[in-house]
């Protein structure tokens, strides 16, 4: 039997980073992060911007936003929001040292003419929802269990108008959905079902019976924090296998150096909102 790979088609997309001027890991409200460890701010920067560079390079467009002094996590733009059908339902962070994120994404959205739809529920934007447009229709994957309120999901379901699927994220290393699972297309994830609660397990593998199944060194090396534009992979270099894994199904990984954007408990997702109109 011949095995045809499968032809990946890219589409042009719209991204939304802030660069890590002012990076430092000055709190830790997650297990990655230690304050005790040193981080060359200088090399956040040159890796983030290495990232911008390469979307840029392959036709999508990447609006920046302001850095600000004084919030040391707003490289993580992933957080600040989450964008389909061109309604922006914005974030509410968990925790105080971040929740001034919010306001600065509000603004960048009302200044440039989203439909901004501000929130009563805890969610840290695609920290915690992934969007898979062909997928039943156009489905929303939503985690919780450490940052987003379960309430959220249900909030996001009216502010979007498609169905959200609520999905127990149970171990405290993978604390938001986006460094447990992925869209790689528009109809297909990736995911390491370790992240999950059994009940979740099954509920993804009911949804997507040929997602590509990562394993916990993958996703101890933060390879599911991906950012895929249908074909080309942005991941980060140290999740190996899982770019193996992505190569066999026919995309093409594109690996990212951001060992210090790691130190936060962050990777390429984290650092990339997308703006779906
Ligand atoms: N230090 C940040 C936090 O703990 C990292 C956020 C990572 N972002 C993400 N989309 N997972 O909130």
Redesign the pocket.
Known sequence: MVIVNQQRVPRKRTYLMCSPEHFA?EYA??P??DVATPVDAALAVKQWDRLRETLVKLGHTVHLLEPQAGL??MV????GAFVVDGIVYGAR???E??AAEAAAHRAFYEEQGWRYIAPNETN?????FAYVPEAHGGLVLAGYGF?TDPAAHAEAQEALGRPVVSLHLVDPRF?????ALAAIDDTNIVYFPGAFSHASQRVLAQLFPDAVVADDTDALAFGL?LVSDGANVMLNSEATRLAEKLKAAGYTPVPVELTELKK????V???IAELRH
């Open positions: 890991v409200i997650n990655w992060m040391p996590d993580y733009a992933a957080n962070f968990k925790h040292q971040r840290e934007g695609e920290g915690d940052r604390y938001h959905l986006d460094v924090n936060g408990g962050g990777s997702k984290c650092c």
